[in-house]
Structures are given as C-alpha cells and as structure tokens.
T-cell receptor, first 111, second 109 residues
Framework: EPEVTQTPSHQVTQMGQEVILRCVPI?????FYWYRQILGQKVEFLVS????????KSEIFDDQFSVERPDGSNFTLKIRSTKLEDSAMYFC?????????FGPGTRLLVL | GIQVEQSPPDLILQEGANSTLRCNFS?????LQWFHQNPWGQLINLFY???GTKQNGRLSATTVATERYSLLYISSSQTTDSGVYFC???????????FGKGMKLTVNP
C-alpha cells in the first residue's frame, strides 16, 4: 500500500539555524499538507499546497516558514531561523481530495 | 473556528474489554477522520467517516452528522490498541483538518 514518507525521522538543530524537512507524498495525490504536534498537545495545521502554490495557511505559518515542491515527488518545509518553540513533531500529509494520509513524522528538537 | 471535543480524555482497560470513544464537533463537516497515534508517534488512519457507519475488524465507527458527533468502538481490546486516538474534522471551503485533543487509551494485559 502506498504511503507518505518523511526524512529525517529525527533532527537536532541549534536555535537560529535553518532546517529543511522533506516529504514524499503518495504519487497520485494532488493536495499536500504540513502539520505539527508539540509534545503532549494536539496536532495543528500549518499549510496546504495545491497546484504548485499555497492554498491555505494558519497563523502559525509565518514568514519563517516556507514550502516548496522542487520536483515531481518531493515536498519540503523550510524553517529559516529556528526558535526553541519550533521543537515539535512535524507531519506531512497528502490526499487526492478529502481523506488525508499522514507520514511518520520528523521529530525536530531546537536547542 | 470549529471546535472538536473528545471524551473521555483518558481510559484504562483490561485486555478483552470493549470501549467507546466520542467526538463532538460544533459545526457541519464534510470530512471526519479517526486516527490512532502509536507509541512511536505515527498517525495511523483508522476511518474516513463524515457520515454513516463503517467497520474494520474489531474497530467500527459511526458518525451522526446531523447531531454533530462521531463514535469509535473498539471491541475485544488488545495491548497493541494502546496509544492516543484523535478525531479530526474538515469543513467545506477549507482543506485543513482540525484535530481534537485526543484520548489516551491504555490496555493492560
């Protein structure tokens, strides 16, 4: 069964550094998403991406964040200058229309 | 925005017991999904169920959209069912899923 994959599974970075989280969505899906989950809290929507542009974003998704689909298979989330409060599990998801399938997540720790 | 409330927040069961998890939402939805978050943090799709009833093995789900709630039933629970269960909803005109706070299930042997 096709699945969403994410790399790396874990990343540790210093405050102020840039990080890029990578995702490979399910191949025939058209909608792509990033969510995050701070430890012990609920999952929060960051951004959705369709037809090579951002279609919706939350208040969390400020100028420090960006997304890109650099080729036909990858979908990336960049955090330009990480803050301590960016420490979280970041999930990529994809869908053909409504049902969203989530990747295994990248656990980001900012020191 | 839409509110999603899950109950109970925590549940401890003995292996073999049955359980019912409830998800209430404050507005009409066109998407409702149940997820199981395993101890490694992975979100596993259980059901896409904006209305009606579905069954998959020991799990089943029912959504009554007109009354704005969904139920997830787990029968004959096993230790591997332990984890956090999330309900998430989506509305027309928006692509995002809004998650509830989750329900932590612990199944003891």
């Amino acid at each position: 069964e096709p699945e969403v994959t994410q790399t790396p599974s874990h990343q540790v970075t210093q405050m102020g550094q840039e990080v890029i989280l990578r995702c490979v969505p399910i191949s025939n899906h058209l909608y792509f998403y990033w969510y995050r989950q701070i430890l012990g809290q609920k999952v929060e929507f960051l951004v959705s991406f369709y037809n090579n542009e951002i279609s919706e974003k939350s208040e969390i998704f400020d100028d420090q964040f960006s997304v890109e689909r650099p080729d036909g298979s990858n979908f990336t989330l960049k955090i330009r200058s990480t803050k301590l409060e960016d420490s979280a599990m970041y999930f990529c998801a994809s869908s053909t229309y409504l049902t969203q399938y989530f990747g295994p997540g990248t656990r980001l720790l900012v020191l | 925005g839409i509110q999603v409330e899950q109950s109970p927040p925590d549940l401890i069961l003995q292996e073999g017991a049955n359980s019912t998890l409830r998800c209430n939402f404050s507005d009409s939805v066109n998407n409702l999904q149940w997820f199981h978050q395993n101890p490694w943090g992975q979100l596993i799709n259980l059901f896409y169920i904006p209305s009606g009833t579905k069954q998959n093995g020991r799990l089943s789900a029912t959504t009554v959209a007109t009354e704005r709630y969904s139920l997830l039933y787990i029968s004959s629970s096993q230790t591997t069912d332990s984890g956090v269960y999330f309900c998430a909803v989506g509305q027309g005109g928006s692509e995002k899923l809004v998650f509830g706070k989750g329900m932590k299930l612990t199944v003891n042997p």
